[in-house]
């Protein structure tokens, strides 16, 4: 175990390409560099708040005291550190938006894990860069907190995700419109260090491409799959690369559905090139069962980054990316070819896991009508789609009667059903009763792969906004015993979590609706 104001650092990505090392913050385009230099900017008072033991362990970190206190608030930089900001740009709500770049994150360098692996850390929040454009480069605890419990409760949930392993309070004050109304307030400022193989997004090759920067282009796809795909060799690297990194988009965003999270803001800056969940907003997980929730203020009239619409988004920006690196083939052919292979391999993907969630063996004969007319069933109904999955966990075998299987799924609705709804859930449970008797494993193998599948605990918005608003007051009770819960979703050991959303988050600011500076 190592402390990170002391340890040795390297730095793979800044010494492997061209960079503005003048330091200057001043918002600006940097044309021809990869990143630019840039320190974080110190901050009054850091007060660490967490600390992700588990992960620490994994890095071989020691926990922080001191001067690795004040490293994670950005008043200390390990000499060997070369802290810099990742230039890259996008597809904001389906519209090209130029340069972008980390406006509030600076990476302090990459952590040594093994001779052939490191981890980037990442601080967020720490100070104004290069690619900030209008804004002062600072978070604010409430988002702050969101980031740090959500990455965390996606990694315990089993979703591929970047990690947080420190939450530091700033003592600082951040002013902030939530909803961009002309509202304006100062809230606490915190940080969060991120980490991650890597924060490479599609925006870092869209960038170059747009730029015609196409030596850089190459440079970065070989770099990338060298580093992180070192298994891929031969005169179609590139080619396997991408085929790679669709695949693996494919089954994070399998994996979003099957726990019931919505990203909201699906911009192509936000997706990774590892196919991990990157840059936590304005999230949710869904209460109610409805394809079409988006929990962004911003994505409202469109609902662009609904819930049903993310695997559909995926593949679009997966086009952004194929696109940007199209330059990098005589004859794109062949990865038009890769890219449209999307649907079979994310609906593979797709039927796999309901099938886990539901307790199949497998899909086999009808399977794919059950299912579909399941998430019919939900999408009318509108369930709480995580009770109502540990409810068909328990469902009894003799369960038959209209009345009694509505009674069964009771807790589960957010209203009563009228004569209608209830003969269809009465005939999609018959259904998939008469479809578990045919599966060739037992009933309790069935429910052991459904509780593995489905989980009992997640991280509710509204959960969220009171351990906020109780951090906000000095009182970090609630946080801890979440923190306690996500680390072990699938149990019944935090059922007091365990229950509808209540009335008054309905409209709740922070809670039902968010913006993308949440």
């Known amino acids: 175990m190592q402390n990170l104001s002391s340890s040795t650092f390297v730095n793979n990505f800044t010494e492997s390409f061209e960079g503005d090392q003048s330091g200057n913050p001043q918002p600006r385009q940097t044309p021809g560099v ?39 608030g950005g008043n200390f930089v390990n000499p060997t550190m070369k802290p810099y900001a990742a230039c890259y740009a996008g597809h904001q709500f389906g519209n090209w938006a130029g340069q972008l770049g980390d406006g509030r994150a600076i990476t302090l360098g990459e952590w040594p894990v093994s001779p052939e692996k490191s981890w980037e850390l990442q601080l967020k ?39 947080a392993l420190s939450l530091v309070a700033t003592g600082e004050p951040v002013r902030r419109d939530m909803f961009y109304d002309g509202r304006p ?145 005589d004859d794109t052919t062949e990865l038009i070819k890769v890219l449209e292979s999307f649907a079979p391999v994310f609906y593979e993907k797709y039927y796999a896991m309901k099938a886990g969630k539901m307790g199949l063996d497998e899909v086999k004969g009808n399977d794919i009508e059950l299912i579909d007319q399941f998430e019919d069933l939900l999408a009318t109904l509108q369930p709480d789609m995580t009770i109502f999955y540990q409810l068909l966990i328990e469902l009894p075998e003799d369960l038959r009667d209209e009345q009694s299987v509505a009674l069964h799924f009771a807790p589960a609705l957010y209203d009563q059903l009228n004569a209608t709804e209830l003969t269809l859930l009465s005939k999609n449970i018959k259904n998939y009763q008469a479809r578990m008797e045919l599966n060739n494993t037992s009933r309790d193998l069935a429910k052991s792969q459904m509780r593995t599948n489905n989980p009992r605990f997640i991280l509710r918005n509204f959960l969220l906004y009171q351990a906020i608003q109780d951090l906000e007051k000095g009182d970090d009770g609630l946080f801890k015993r979440l923190q306690a819960a996500l680390q072990d979703p699938y149990s019944d050991q935090h059922d007091e979590f365990f229950g509808l959303r209540p009335a008054w988050a309905n409209e709740q600011p922070g809670s039902a609706t968010l913006s993308c500076s949440s």
């Open 34 to 72: 990869l990143y630019s230099k840039i320190m974080p900017d110190p901050v009054r008072k850091p007060e660490l708040l967490a600390w992700t033991e588990d992960l620490a362990i994994e890095l071989g970190i020691h926990k922080p005291n001191g001067k690795d206190i004040e490293l994670l």
């Open 125 to 163: 929040g720490a100070g104004m860069t290069p690619y900030s454009r209008r804004a002062d480069g600072r978070a604010v605890l409430r988002s702050s907190v969101r980031e740090y419990l959500m990455s965390e409760a996606m990694y315990h949930l089993g979703v591929p995700t970047t990690r």
């Open 185 to 329: 307030a100062n809230e606490p400022g915190a940080i969060v260090m991120r980490a991650a193989p890597s924060f490479l997004r599609f925006g870092n090759f869209e960038m170059l491409a747009a730029r015609k920067e196409y030596d850089h282009l190459r440079q970065l796809a070989d770099w990338t799959i060298e580093k992180f795909h070192p298994h891929i060799k031969g005169e179609d690297q590139t080619l396997t690369w991408f085929k790679e990194v669709l695949e693996k988009t494919a089954t994070m965003v399998v994996e979003w559905l099957r726990v019931g999270f919505v990203h909201g803001v699906m911009n192509t800056d936000n997706m990774s090139i590892l196919g991990l969940t990157i840059d936590y907003g304005p999230f949710s997980f869904l209460d109610a069962y409805d394809p079409n929730f988006s929990p962004n203020t911003t994505d409202h009239p469109g609902l662009r980054y609904a819930f049903g619409k993310q695997h559909s988004i995926a593949y679009w920006n997966l086009g952004c990316l194929a696109n940007a690196i199209a330059p990098l083939f």
